[in-house]
């Protein structure tokens, strides 16, 4: 099984900052990641699928990058809506796993 | 507008079984792979199983193996997880999720999901 771990656990950050969230991957599953989002009482929403291409509807300043091993979600500037908590997830391997969540929370 | 709408979640002794359904609307049901994936209360996120478009292609996680069954009707735009043998660990909110595309690897990640079903598993 292939081991997603995010960090940091928890982002204290101010509207208006960039956020940056790591997500590693116990061995290469090459471009084969999504970020969601999720807010309390809600269901998760797609982010960013493929590693890099935004979902449809998803503001321009959610982007992600990475390759093999190591990924990256970043927030150009946070907006009010923004603060949440994030997953990746690798669609490498059998079973599909997501990593534990980064909550960005306001500072 | 794309709509999943979870149903058939409840309280469950330990040992006991429940069947989740999930009514789809919105779009060609029968063109994409469903999942299943839930969130135990204060957890994160856990995919629990597939189902092909065709009822081909069906994967389970290893902590459902053998307990959980998954199916669908495409006549009927439905999916349903069959739950036997409920611990206490079964204990969460069960989403279904649509695939983001028809084709491998885009029916892996999740485009749309419901609001998800209440499974509590308690004696």
């Known amino acids: 099984e292939i081991v997603l771990t995010q960090s940091p656990a928890t982002l204290s950050l101010s509207p208006g900052e960039r956020a940056t969230l790591s997500c590693r991957a116990s061995?290469?599953?090459?471009?084969?990641l999504a970020w969601y989002q999720e807010k309390p009482g809600q269901a998760p929403r797609l982010l960013i699928y493929d590693t890099s291409n935004r979902a449809t509807g998803i503001p321009g300043r959610f982007s992600g990058s990475g390759s093999g091993t190591d990924f990256t979600l970043t927030i150009s500037s946070l907006e009010p809506e923004d603060f949440a908590v994030y997953y990746c997830?690798?669609?490498?391997?059998?079973?599909?796993?997501f990593g534990g969540g980064t909550k960005v929370e306001i500072k | 507008e794309v709509q999943l709408l979870e149903s058939g979640g409840g309280l469950v002794q330990p040992g006991g079984s429940l069947r989740l359904s999930c009514a789809a609307s919105?779009?060609?049901?029968?063109?994409?792979?469903m999942s299943w994936v839930r969130q135990a209360p204060g957890k994160g996120l856990e995919w629990v199983s597939i189902i092909g478009s065709d009822s081909g292609g069906i994967q389970y996680a290893e902590s459902v193996e053998g307990r959980f069954i998954i199916s669908r009707d495409n006549s009927k735009d439905t999916m349903h997880l069959q739950m036997n043998g409920l611990g206490v660990e079964d204990t969460a909110v069960y989403y279904c999720a649509k695939g983001r595309g028809v084709a491998p690897p885009a029916t892996r990640s999740f485009e749309y999901w419901g609001q998800g079903a209440l499974v509590t598993v308690s004696s």
């Open positions: 061995q290469s599953i090459s471009s084969s």
């Open positions: 919105g779009f060609t049901f029968r063109n994409y792979a």
């Open positions: 997830q690798q669609f490498s391997n059998w079973p599909l796993t």
